[in-house]
């Protein structure tokens, strides 16, 4: 059995931040834990806006607390995002994302296949693919 808090892993290595300042993930279980999926608990922080595209990687992402939005680059959609949303990126959506209500957005992150722990986004918004 695993058990951890975040308080502790928020004091630890598993702390990553973004070096553009947009973000920080608490990275609570990864590729080493062997579940086959690692989970996170990310801040987005207010007035920022973040371009993501993980090709190697599948997310969901259940806003827990404040309030944003999500626009899709190959068709331009926005979606609304706040506490009780879920967003799926199950084919690879290239995105960008924003904490646009003047109030951070902590969410709850799944990632298939999951992360080693030190990944952060690549000058066109990706991860490294899973050696």
Same mark, same amino acid.
Request: charged share 25%; glycine share 6%; proline share 3%.
């Given at each position: 059995?695993?058990?951890?808090?975040?308080?502790?892993?928020?004091?630890?290595?598993?702390? *990553?931040?973004?070096?553009?300042?947009?973000?920080?993930?608490?990275?609570?279980?990864?590729?080493?834990?062997?579940?086959?999926?690692?989970?996170? @608990?990310?801040? @987005?922080?207010?007035?920022?806006?973040?371009?993501?595209?993980?090709?190697?990687?599948?997310?969901?992402?259940?806003?827990?607390?404040?309030?944003?939005?999500?626009?899709?680059?190959?068709?331009?959609?926005?979606?609304? @995002?706040?506490?009780?949303?879920?967003? *799926?990126?199950?084919?690879?959506?290239?995105?960008?994302?924003? %904490?646009?209500?003047?109030? +951070?957005?902590?969410?709850?992150?799944?990632?298939?296949?999951?992360?080693?722990?030190?990944?952060?986004? +690549?000058?066109?918004?990706?991860?490294? %693919?899973?050696?």
């Amino acid at each position: 059995m695993i058990v951890r808090t975040l308080e502790e892993c928020q004091n630890s290595e598993r702390r *990553v931040v973004a070096e553009n300042g947009n973000w920080e993930s608490v990275r609570m279980l990864l590729r080493d834990d062997n579940m086959g999926f690692s989970f996170h @608990i990310t801040t @987005i922080f207010a007035n920022t806006d973040t371009h993501i595209h993980y090709k190697n990687h599948l997310e969901s992402v259940y806003c827990v607390s404040g309030e944003g939005e999500i626009q899709t680059t190959a068709d331009g959609k926005t979606y609304q @995002i706040k506490p009780g949303t879920l967003y *799926v990126l199950d084919k690879h959506d290239e995105h960008q994302l924003r %904490a646009n209500k003047g109030v +951070d957005m902590v969410m709850a992150c799944v990632f298939n296949p999951p992360l080693t722990g030190m990944e952060v986004h +690549d000058k066109d918004g990706v991860y490294p %693919a899973a050696e």
